[in-house]
């Protein structure tokens, strides 16, 4: 059975073409999903200290919630403690975008370009390769630049920057979702908020609220209404 506008090269099982619509409907349904042969998850995301050197996408009850916020809210700044999953959750969300919404331009800020094609390359192209081959055949994700993981079927991408060039794309064109990771050690995460909070459909800060730098002190006084002095 083919895919028809969704083709591949191969002829892809009916109960995979079934799934492929499944997933295709929310960020959810695509991480948590088993593929019906093999009964293998279809996402898996990257951990050294395991024995495989991957996991299966964690399904909590609490991931789920945040998902479903990253998808409803407009604005979600998410103050966390370490080793909570939530910047992998939030990259697994950008991968399933760039697969199945068309044009579709997401922005990673981190604080140098460096850091962010790291977060690129074991967030999503990491999950994108241990994807099943089938699934990959109906959604090719180009290797390279490596600052741009672009979807060819939906020409989608996400783009990783430092935070200057951040700042930058956001004064400068529209995105549909900006995340800023780490947000409270980016010295200019007050000037991304106030140009890519207009410019973009979802905008995303995600920090451990370090107070101690211009970033941090700037998400602790907008996340619980202090005095920021704008």
């Not at 789920?64 to 407009?74: F, G, I, Q």
Request: aromatic fraction near 10%; proline fraction near 6%; include cysteine.
């Amino acid at each position: 059975m083919f895919g028809e506008s969704e083709s591949s090269h191969a002829v892809v099982h009916p109960e995979r073409q079934k799934l492929f619509y499944h997933i295709k409907e929310h960020p959810w349904n695509f991480m948590t999903a088993v593929d019906p042969l093999t009964s293998e998850p279809l996402v898996w995301t990257r951990n050294e200290n395991s024995e495989r050197g991957r996991d299966p996408f964690p399904a909590k009850e609490y991931l789920r919630h945040y998902v479903e916020a990253l998808v409803t809210e407009h604005v979600l700044l998410v103050p966390k403690s370490r080793q909570m999953i939530i910047s992998t959750c939030t990259l697994v969300v950008c991968l399933w975008e760039i697969m199945f919404k068309a044009s579709w331009r997401a922005i990673l800020s981190k604080v140098t370009e460096d850091e962010a094609e790291e977060l690129l390359e074991n967030k999503v192209r990491y999950t994108y390769k241990h994807l099943p081959e089938w699934l990959r055949g109906m959604r090719s994700i180009e290797p390279r630049p490596k600052g741009k993981a672009l979807c060819k079927e939906t020409n989608s991408y996400i783009l990783a920057a430092a935070q200057n060039a951040a700042n930058r794309e956001c004064r400068g064109g529209t995105a549909n979702r900006l995340v800023v990771d780490e947000a409270c050690y980016q010295d200019q995460f007050q000037e991304i908020t106030e140009a890519g909070q207009p410019m973009t459909q979802h905008f995303n800060a995600i920090s451990t609220p370090n107070v101690s730098y211009p970033g941090g002190l700037f998400m602790r006084q907008i996340c619980y209404d202090e005095e920021a002095g704008l």
